[in-house]
């Protein structure tokens, strides 16, 4: 069964606007959620991560929200580029539990395409 | 340049062979992983090692085996590929279980 769900397997921005991604999950354990972006060929990379501890976190134009009510995060990019054409992955874990330390569950991905 | 390398980065083989995937970080990180990725599915588990000398399983590790004789080397082996196996396979690292992982380019493999 899926933990970490993208129910959107694409989106598609222009340039300048805004590309919102999102990702829902199942499990209450979880406690730290990552944001990854794939290049076709390379590895995925690490964006951004948030804690549960909050509901908001900024990196330059990237913002991770968390809503743990919800069991929902969205990934903002405020303005969206062509460079940012990517497939992006959101992975949840549950930190605090020894078993499942550091073990990341990932969601299907978004394929983003941003248009000039 | 730091990082995850994995070798080799494509390969073609017959079912029912062993094959050994490599994968050798230089970054001196504790935990490492080994996950597939298939069309429509994102990344999956296969086996991870928190330290040196550890391993333990994730969602998807039948067919697969792993060793971790020391800090920088994790190879993933199929012991007899069957064409489900065919995947990109990656290779993680993060320096402990708490830290976001960092991944290698992957290992694109095709059973016939």
């Known amino acids: 069964d899926q933990q970490v769900k993208q129910n959107s397997p694409s989106l598609s921005v222009q340039e300048g606007r805004i590309s919102i991604l999102n990702c829902d999950y199942t499990?209450?354990?979880?406690?730290?959620f990552l944001w990854y972006k794939k290049y076709p060929a390379e590895g995925p990379t690490f964006l951004i991560s948030?804690?549960?501890?909050?509901d908001k976190n900024e990196d330059g134009r990237f913002t991770v929200f968390l809503n743990k009510s919800a069991k929902h995060l969205s990934l903002h990019i405020v303005p969206s580029q062509p460079g940012d054409s990517a497939v992006y992955f959101c992975a949840a874990s549950a930190r605090k539990r020894g078993s499942t330390l550091g073990r990341l569950y990932f969601g299907r991905g978004t394929q983003l395409t941003v248009w000039p | 340049i730091a990082g995850i390398t994995q070798a080799p980065t494509s390969q073609i083989l017959a079912a029912g062979r062993r094959m050994t995937l490599r994968c050798t970080q230089d970054m001196r990180h504790n935990a490492m992983y080994w996950y597939r990725q298939d069309l429509g599915l994102g990344l999956r588990l296969i086996h991870y090692?928190?330290?040196?000398?550890?391993?333990g399983k994730g969602e998807v590790p039948d067919g697969y085996s792993v060793s971790r004789a020391n800090t920088d080397d994790f190879p993933l082996t199929l012991a007899s590929a069957v064409p489900s196996q065919t995947s990109v396979y990656f290779c993680?690292?993060?320096?402990?279980?708490?830290?976001?992982?960092?991944f290698g380019d992957g290992t694109r493999l095709s059973i016939l």
């Open positions: 090692s928190n330290t040196a000398g550890t391993t």
């Open positions: 993680a690292s993060s320096e402990t279980g708490a830290q976001p992982q960092h």
């Open positions: 499990n209450s354990m979880f406690d730290y």
């Open positions: 948030i804690s549960s501890i909050k």
